[in-house]
T-cell receptor
Framework: AQSVTQPDIHITVSEGASLELRCNYS??????LFWYVQSPGQGLQLLLK??????LVQGIKGFEAEFKRSQSSFNLRKPSVHWSDAAEYFC??????????????FGTGTRLTIIP | EPEVTQTPSHQVTQMGQEVILRCVPI?????FYWYRQILGQKVEFLVS????????KSEIFDDQFSVERPDGSNFTLKIRSTKLEDSAMYFC????????????FGQGTRLTVV
């Protein structure tokens, strides 16, 4: 069965500093990988996704992530964080069921705090 | 921009009562999902729905749960007899097709069972 590990429960960075959120996955086939962000009181918003092709994917809000098959990782990065990036970040792996629909398995999330 | 909407945003119910959580998926989407997030835990898949039937369900989705698309626009999750451990944030999601496309999530319904 697929699984996702986000080893960092909480990360604090200074505004303007770079950010890397870690994600490791376990999945038997080529994974579909996602990063979602959840701001307080909000739903889950997709930041970026990897299905195939270029292993460095660009997302919204200046985020990017790199798929590394050898390390089973899909880490999220941003060169310079803004106070508005404070939120909970979830990595997820998608698996295709027998019916062709994609089910997401989420990690436990990383809470990002930004300090001035 | 089209969005998935969920009502109510917060529901408090007594243990043993039935609740219905409502969702309006994006209009041209074909696949619908419910996920839940118990406070402090990960988001968990409950059920997926396609062509008016359940396509997959998790172990969590037992006989107390049911889903329905009653009128072609709404997608509901019913919990027949709520338990304290059903307290969670419930997210509805929809996708255009079943693979290689983004699942759009609603803002969630916080269910509190007392």
């Amino acid at each position: 069965a697929q699984s996702v590990t986000q080893p960092d429960i909480h990360i604090t960075v200074s505004e303007g500093a770079s950010l890397e959120l870690r994600c490791n996955y376990s999945y038997g086939a080529t994974p579909y990988l996602f990063w979602y962000v959840q701001s307080p009181g909000q739903g889950l918003q997709l930041l970026l996704k990897y299905f195939s092709g270029d292993t460095l994917v660009q997302g919204i809000k200046g985020f990017e992530a790199e798929f590394k098959r050898s390390q089973s990782s899909f880490n999220l990065r941003k060169p310079s964080v803004h106070w508005s990036d404070a939120a909970e970040y979830f990595c997820a792996v998608g698996s295709i069921s027998n019916f062709g629909n994609e089910k997401l398995t989420f990690g436990t999330g990383t809470r990002l705090t930004i300090i001035p | 921009e089209p969005e998935v909407t969920q009502t109510p945003s917060h529901q408090v119910t007594q243990m043993g009562q039935e609740v219905i959580l409502r969702c309006v998926p994006i209009s041209n989407h074909l696949y619908f999902y419910w996920y839940r997030q118990i406070l402090g835990q990960k988001v968990e898949f409950l059920v997926s729905f396609y062509n008016n039937e359940i396509s997959e369900k998790s172990e969590i989705f037992d006989d107390q749960f049911s889903v329905e698309r009653p009128d072609g626009s709404n997608f509901t999750l019913k919990i027949r007899s709520t338990k304290l451990e059903d307290s969670a944030m419930y997210f509805c999601a929809s996708s255009l097709d079943g693979r290689n496309t983004e699942a759009f999530f609603g803002q969630g319904t916080r269910l509190t069972v007392v």
